[in-house]
């Protein structure tokens, strides 16, 4: 039982991917809320219109869910405020930033990539096939999570890094 996360890197991409495991008890899990969103990456245009993002605290309470806050790594890049479970993004710049997404009650916070681009740019981001949060029971078995290099190659599949900041908590193989 316990939290730790995931980090996927890749050459041709300037930022890591991060997945936190959390290993809980069901009867604990309201011990230790954590903060799930709908999207992991977010591919935006310089100076389009507002992009919704939702995001949850699991394991609070429905008070708990108007505390969540929202805020952007680069206000030069990325705007950004919120209002509970709801976010609003916009790019003002081209760059990549995270959205984070908090609350008082969560250990880790949540980090959104955005990639902002000019309309005519091409930029590298990893997608994978889960949630950037994966909540097991002990001894739950094995899981599988494919990554992709988004705007990439077929065989960049080769070049992806996986490392863990736990260790005795889930065991990695890639």
């Known amino acids: 039982i316990g939290t730790t996360r995931i980090k996927v890197t890749n050459e041709k991409c300037s930022?890591?991917?991060y997945i936190i495991v959390q290993v809980v008890d069901p009867i604990a899990a309201s011990s230790c809320p954590y903060i799930q969103v709908t999207q992991p990456v977010l591919n935006l245009v310089e100076s389009?219109?507002?992009t919704t993002v939702s995001a949850e605290l699991v394991g609070g309470s429905?008070?708990?869910q108007k505390n969540i806050i929202w805020s952007s790594?680069?206000?030069t890049i990325l705007e950004a405020y919120g209002q509970n479970g709801v976010g609003k993004v916009r790019a003002k710049a081209s760059g990549i930033c995270y959205?984070?997404?908090s609350h008082v009650k969560a250990p880790y916070e949540q980090k959104i990539l955005c990639i902002c681009d000019k309309a005519s740019s091409k930029e590298y981001s990893i997608s994978v096939d889960c949630q950037n949060i994966i909540s097991i029971k002990p001894n739950a078995g094995d899981q599988q999570i494919t990554a992709q290099l988004v705007n990439g190659t077929t065989v960049d599949k080769y070049n992806f890094n996986w490392s863990l900041d736990v260790?005795?908590?889930v065991s990695l193989t890639y």
């Open 73 to 75: 790594s680069d206000t």
């Open 167 to 169: 260790f005795n908590i």
């Open 99 to 101: 959205l984070t997404v």
């Open 15 to 17: 930022y890591p991917l």
């Open 48 to 50: 389009t219109s507002w």
């Open 62 to 64: 429905v008070d708990d």
